[in-house]
């Protein structure tokens, strides 16, 4: 069966071309790419590839027995660097790729950067595919998702990687589909009390080991687990049972297989010609020229892409840091300065500004979180006051700093109080999240609680203590997957989670902790009201380093909201521990670590306090308390 090719039809307009060549075109998605179509009665598919140097560009694929004799494109004449062509009797699912022949003869078979869906791994060949039939559900999230992210509202992330999270052992231990992933996630997600759920990057990658962060598809989810349309009802049915979808977008680097962006009109198209500026050293892969237009543009349709069709709640910016500096990971004179002479990336800066202008732009009820780890001023401030305009920033250092202590023994604790008590220093010079993410559990670190010294049971108490102490500090939270049940192991991307840890009680009971801290960030409006502001923190005495112990207040708009948060990190208890409080009345222990719902050690503090008239820590009235050893509590006014 012959497929005629025919050349007299364009999606593009002047004015498509005039913002493409400009790097303001923020949908090139419904440009560029394979897109099914009818031309005078006949069906087929329109085709348009960016390859401006390349000599020749035909189209192979199934229809065509891959002869690219076949199906050449044609160069649009207004330079675009654009190839175009419509071919008859393409059908949806079939694969292709672009045979494109380099201004010095060379051969290269390209992934179509604009796919929107692609072969299964290891197979690479891009599959024509439309998306626009799906029948969204999603209506009522939709329209209240400012409530859900806004920054006065409770922010708790699930950081989830969907090829381990729980996979199907009786079928040789197959991924879960995005069908069965959505429904089993979905119903975990509201029984922990999460509000959102961040998903490792989806996608296409060609190398599983990746985890996702080494991309060839910038507009196509994985199809490892499933059709495009399976990934829509993924996120409609989260959305369904209020849970927001956050992904990982990695627009910092990207992979150097053949059939991906790297080299792909038989130029450097998408990355640095120079290596000092092309080539990352440490993930051995290539950078984006942000300062060329049409690059800027891609990435930012790719951003867009996923707001607007998979109604995806947010992105989480990876590797930030790796994109502000020209000498991240390198050494003296692996890099080239600035034109100030400065190690600052200008492109990759005006090209992050110009991401969140646009998307919050367009969507105003989003999340962009950006993985930044220096100390780079005003991620999340707005460009117009001079801010990169991320939403949120993860707090890296709070993560390091509290890892740090938890990992020492209590006795030697009192020797690095700073490290507990600095990220109050900075805690609201950005909106932060705090993570304890993927990173902190793999390349031998140790899963969490493997950190924790002692005996198993000071594991779990200290455990417990972190957890409590992280919901009770300013900032959105994020936990990775399987931290919430304390498994033992490191993650491993290539099996399950240890689910039947659960059949102990010691790792049921941090499960209920999490999900019961979680109802209570939720619940309580002061532990997350002023997530971002002084007016929501208060130290009562962040100076007891002797014994290990901290109090402070989290306040909302309300007196009564008041939460008092009282951390013993000794493995000692204490008795009578007189602490300040702001108001005088009764205080009631509404959370303890300890607790013995959480196979803690059942040093709690039953009754009501009633505070006295005792001066301490520069307060009026003070309440006199039971301190579990390694345990954290939390009090409120009745």
Known sequence: MSHPIHYDVTRFTDLDIYLFKEGTHVKLYDKLGSHLMRREGVDGAYFAVWAPNAGSVAVVGDFNAYDP???????????????????????????????IVGFDGRIFEKADPYAKYAEKPPASASRVWEIDDYAWQDEVWMELRHNHNAHDKPINIYEVHLGSWRRVPEEGDRFLTYTEAAEQLARYLVDMNYTHVEIMPITEHPFEGSWGYQATGYFAPTARYGTPQEFM????????????VIMDWVPSHFVTDGHGLINFDGTCLYEHEDPRLGYHPEWKSAIFNYGRNEVRAFLISSAMYWLEKYHIDGIRVDA??????????????????????????????????????????????????????????????????????????WNMGWMHDTLKYFKLDPIFRQHHHHQITFSMWYAFDENFVLPLSHDEVVHMKGSLIRKMPGDDNQKFANLRALFAYMTAHPGKKLLFMGGEFAQWAE????????????????????????????????????????????????????????HNVLAFIRKSDLEEETVLVVCNFADTVYRNYRVGVPYEGMWKEIFNSQSRAYEGWDIINPDPIESRPVECHGRKHSIELTLPALGVCYFKMI
């Not at 494109?73 to 045979?99: C, M, N």
């Not at 930030?320 to 003296?332: G, I, P, Q």
């Not at 209920?512 to 009201?529: C, F, I, P, S, T």
């Open 69 to 99: 004799s076949t199906h050449p494109l044609k160069k649009r004449d207004d330079e675009s660097g654009i190839w175009e062509g419509f071919i008859e009797g393409v059908a949806p699912g079939q694969t292709y790729k672009y045979h």
């Open 233 to 244: 009802a993924f996120v409609d049915i989260l959305h369904r049972h209020n849970i927001g």
């Open 320 to 393: 930030v840091a790796s994109m502000l500096y020209l000498d991240y990971a390198r050494k003296e004179g692996e890099w080239i300065p600035n034109k100030y002479g400065g190690n600052e990336n200008l492109d990759a800066i005006a090209f992050l500004k110009q991401l969140n202008e646009t998307a919050y732009g367009h969507f105003e009820d989003i999340l962009i979180i950006a993985e930044e780890s220096t100390a780079y001023p005003m991620v999340t401030r707005p460009v117009y006051t001079g801010g990169l305009g991320f939403g949120f920033k």
């Open 491 to 546: 993650w491993n991307y290539e099996k399950s989670l240890d689910w039947h840890l659960l059949e102990s009680p010691c790792h049921r009971g941090i499960q209920k902790l999490v999900a019961d801290l979680n109802a209570l960030y939720k619940r309580e409006r002061a532990l997350h009201l002023y997530d971002e502001k002084h007016a929501g923190f208060e130290w009562i005495d962040d100076t007891d380093y002797q």
